[in-house]
Every structure is written in structure tokens, then in C-alpha cells.
T-cell receptor, first 113, second 112 residues
Framework: EADIYQTPRYLVIGTGKKITLECSQT?????MYWYQQDPGMELHLIHY???????EKGDLSSESTVSRIRTEHFPLTLESARPSHTSQYLC????????????FGEGSRLTVL | QQQVKQSPQSLIVQKGGISIINCAYENTAFDYFPWYQQFPGKGPALLIAIRPDVSEKKEGRFTISFNKSAKQFSLHIMDSQPGDSATYFCAARVYNNNDMRFGAGTRLTVKP
């Protein structure tokens, strides 16, 4: 079982609120990712990181931001949430010893009213 | 644009039957093709993966068939069980690249 944790699992907030989705992994993986998952749609990469102080935007435009100050921690922040941000957010990591394998957290389901 | 096309969107199979999920891709630079399994309330987990230098890979009841010339690959679940009920995602990636492209998923229901 993968050691990657996301909090909160569920969050319902009002429009305009600032939120941070937390993601931590204990596997020492260099690479970490945030995916957005909507029903019946492919997982879309919104952010990734190769290591500490490295962050890149994925192919799906997102108003969120990320930071990577520690290897194990990769939080995602929305400064001002909107209903269009309602989605499931999945954090993942990968290491050198598992070529190609992504280890996913259980997800954070965000609902913006 | 969707780089990996997956079908069907949903699938219902009787217990003991064979479940077949298909995927197609366009980018010939892809050279790693995993399948992920996702149960409700959980994140996706790697089920089985294949590289294009082989046409088939089998792990227990799960088999990937790969057709490089047609740019298609499929997942076969033999002797399907109710516990296999989940959403399955195919994916493709250029080797050693961070950019994993996922299909839209197939919700499999295995009826007892």
C-alpha cells in the first residue's frame, strides 16, 4: 500500500475562500504530481515537481498554485475558490525505483458553493 | 485533445465472464502503457503495465494485449469477480517523462 496521504478528504466551502489541499508522502520520492479528476473524464495533470524548489504547470490550465519546500510535502492552494473548482484532486508521487509507476493518494473532493 | 481514447465507458459482466477494455493512442513516442484500477473512495493503483516490445503480458487473471501497428492496447480480465468491480484507466507515457496521459476510464461492474 502506498504511503501518500491527502487532507482533507472532503471539503465544502463558499466562493472566494482560500483553501490548501495537503499532500505528504513518506517514500522519499523526488517526483510529485497533482491531478484533477472529474467523472467520465481522463485524469488531467495540473502541477508537478521534480524535487525541492521545483514546480511546473501541467497541461490543464489551473488557477491553483503549488509549492515544494520539503521532499515529502506538496500542497496545492487556491487563493479564491469558485464553483468551477469543484472537483476531485489526486496527489501522486513516483520514485526512481518504480519506473513509470505513480502512487496515488485517496484524493481530496472539493465542493465550492 | 484526448491522447488516449478508452472504451467502453461502462461495462457490466457476469461473474466468471471475461471483461475487455480497449484503448487507442496516436502518439508514437509513447512507450510505456500502464493500467490503473480505482475503487470508490480510493486513488488509482497500478494494476499491470506493458512496453511495446512485447505483444502480451499476463499477471494472474489480468492480461494486456498490445498491437503496436494499430496503436491499440487492451485489458482482459479473465474469470471476472465481483471484487473486480472498479474503474479502470489505461494510460500512456513517453519513457522517463513526467507526462502520463490517461484515458477517460471504464466503470466495470461484475454481477454475482
Amino acid at each position: 500500500e502506498a504511503d501518500i496521504y491527502q487532507t482533507p478528504r472532503y471539503l465544502v466551502i463558499g466562493t472566494g475562500k482560500k483553501i490548501t489541499l495537503e499532500c505528504s508522502q513518506t517514500m522519499g520520492h523526488d517526483k510529485m504530481y497533482w491531478y484533477q479528476q472529474d467523472p467520465g473524464m481522463e485524469l488531467h495533470l495540473i502541477h508537478y515537481s521534480y524535487g525541492v524548489n521545483s514546480t511546473e504547470k501541467g497541461d490543464l490550465s489551473s488557477e491553483s498554485t503549488v509549492s515544494r519546500i520539503r521532499t515529502e510535502h506538496f500542497p496545492l492552494t487556491l487563493e479564491s475558490a469558485r464553483p468551477s473548482h469543484t472537483s476531485q484532486y489526486l496527489c501522486a508521487s513516483s520514485g526512481r525505483g518504480h519506473v513509470g509507476e505513480l502512487f496515488f493518494g485517496e484524493g481530496s473532493r472539493l465542493t465550492v458553493l | 485533445q484526448q491522447q488516449v481514447k478508452q472504451s467502453p465507458q461502462s461495462l457490466i459482466v457476469q461473474k466468471g465472464g471475461i471483461s475487455i477494455i480497449n484503448c487507442a493512442y496516436e502518439n508514437t513516442a509513447f512507450d510505456y502503457f500502464p493500467w490503473y484500477q480505482q475503487f470508490p473512495g480510493k486513488g488509482p493503483a497500478l494494476l499491470i503495465a506493458i512496453r511495446p516490445d512485447v505483444s502480451e503480458k499476463k499477471e494472474g487473471r489480468f492480461t494486456i494485449s498490445f498491437n503496436k501497428s494499430a496503436k491499440q492496447f487492451s485489458l482482459h480480465i479473465m474469470d471476472s469477480q465481483p471484487g473486480d468491480s472498479a474503474t479502470y484507466f489505461c494510460a500512456a507515457r513517453v519513457y522517463n517523462n513526467n507526462d502520463m496521459r490517461f484515458g477517460a476510464g471504464t466503470r466495470l461492474t461484475v454481477k454475482p
